[in-house]
């Protein structure tokens, strides 16, 4: 079964507006959290690594101010779009290590934003 | 270059076939290698998981890894068309909580 969760799975909001996707370790701890990008028949694109306890890392040109990341536990990140605008709209996928001695990376199932 | 080289297919193979998917990369830190499977709309699966040069099988997937020629093989045998998706190469230097490289991923389709 699923070992890492998304939540909401699709989001449809207005520009302007701010959204938050909540992605959970369902049952192992991750001090640390990836958060992808993937556009239309794309790879997955590293936006920031989420650590419990401490400041995201955001990978080269991704706005900080604009995707905000909170590790707000050992099993939950969340990302805020902020000021969300049409092309931000996107699929938006987390990932976390489960741990020793393999640290396996788990997937969420990701979330669709549109904005329109 | 690119890090990782991943031929992006699409491939179309009928059903039954043996299914041959491949990634190069540059870096010779990586020591992690990974196979991932992604459907329309979905996040990645987890398909496989190898740690430094060998082989590795799991039911009808069978795992390479050639240090020595930095190239990673997927292999799909008696391939069923719920196969048909993305597989997605992928790599890190080290254990523990590490940023992992991806290739383009391949598109599989497997005819009936």
């Known amino acids: 079964g699923a070992v890492v969760s998304q939540h909401p799975s699709r989001v449809i909001c207005k520009s302007g507006t701010s959204v938050k996707i909540e992605c959970r370790s369902l049952?192992?701890?991750?001090?640390?959290m990836f958060w992808y990008r993937q556009f239309p028949k794309k790879s997955l694109m590293l936006m920031a690594t989420s650590n419990e306890g401490s400041k995201a890392t955001y990978e080269q040109g991704v706005e900080k101010d604009k995707f905000l990341i909170n590790h707000a536990s050992l099993t939950l990140s969340t990302l805020t779009v902020t000021s969300a605008h049409p092309e931000d709209s996107s699929f938006y996928i987390c990932s976390a290590p489960r741990g020793s001695p393999s640290y396996e990376q788990y997937f969420g199932p990701g979330t669709r934003l549109t904005v329109t | 270059q690119k890090e990782v080289e991943q031929d992006p297919g699409p491939l179309s193979v009928p059903e039954g076939a043996i299914v041959s998917l491949n990634c190069t990369y540059s870096n010779s830190a990586f020591q992690y290698f990974m196979w991932y499977r992604q459907y329309s709309r979905k996040g990645p699966e987890l398909l496989m998981y190898?740690?430094?040069?060998g082989n590795k099988e799991d039911g009808r997937f069978t795992a390479q890894v050639d240090k020595s020629s930095k190239y990673i093989s997927l292999f799909i045998r008696d391939s069923q068309p719920s196969d048909s998706a993305t597989y997605l190469c992928?790599?890190?230097?080290?254990?523990?909580?590490?940023?992992?490289?991806f290739g383009q991923g391949t598109r599989l389709t497997i005819n009936p």
């Open positions: 190898t740690y430094s040069s």
């Open positions: 992928a790599m890190s230097a080290g254990q523990g909580a590490q940023k992992l490289v």
């Open positions: 049952d192992f701890q991750a001090t640390t």
